[in-house]
């Protein structure tokens, strides 16, 4: 069964359409997770994420709403992270925004699923940081 779930929720201070733009277009993304990325906004898309040679992984739109959620399946990664899929949801908050952000399909509580729980909780930090001060933290020592 994949019924092992990753979540994480946090509040940003910038407008759903920033917060939209840093979770969805590669040159954003690039700022916070991958070290290379590429891909577009829509339904059906393919996203490359490159992490190094050994981590060059694909994932496939399943769902996008601007400004509201972004949803990628992973197609072509290690063999835990193929049956998982990621959910960005964004609602609008009287200061910000607040991201809701699950990281679905998991096999089993293994250690590869807490290494990447504790990591996105760095990741997503980092995704606060760039938003909210600009800081951009180098490849090399995002988790």
């Known amino acids: 069964m994949n019924n092992h779930k990753i979540y994480h929720q946090l509040h940003i201070q910038a407008t759903p359409d920033k917060v939209f733009a840093a979770i969805s277009e590669p040159s954003h993304l690039e700022n916070w997770w991958p070290l290379r990325c590429s891909g577009t906004p829509m339904k059906d898309a393919i996203y490359n994420f490159n992490f190094t040679e050994a981590y060059n992984w694909f994932g496939q739109v399943?769902?996008?709403?601007?400004?509201?959620?972004?949803?990628?399946?992973?197609?072509?990664?290690?063999?835990?992270?193929?049956?998982?899929?990621?959910?960005?949801?964004?609602?609008?908050?009287?200061?910000?925004?607040?991201?809701?952000?699950?990281?679905?399909?998991?096999?089993?509580?293994?250690?590869?699923?807490?290494?990447?729980?504790?990591?996105?909780?760095?990741?997503?930090?980092?995704?606060?940081?760039?938003?909210?001060?600009?800081?951009?933290?180098?490849?090399?020592?995002?988790?």
Request: net charge negative; charged share 25%; proline share 2%.
């Open 62 to 143: 399943t769902d996008i709403v601007e400004n509201q959620y972004f949803k990628i399946k992973m197609t072509e990664s290690d063999s835990e992270w193929n049956p998982t899929s990621l959910s960005f949801q964004l609602k609008t908050q009287e200061v910000g925004t607040l991201l809701e952000f699950c990281h679905k399909g998991w096999k089993a509580n293994t250690s590869e699923f807490r290494k990447t729980s504790f990591c996105w909780a760095q990741l997503l930090f980092g995704l606060k940081q760039y938003l909210e001060k600009g800081v951009v933290i180098p490849f090399e020592e995002r988790s």
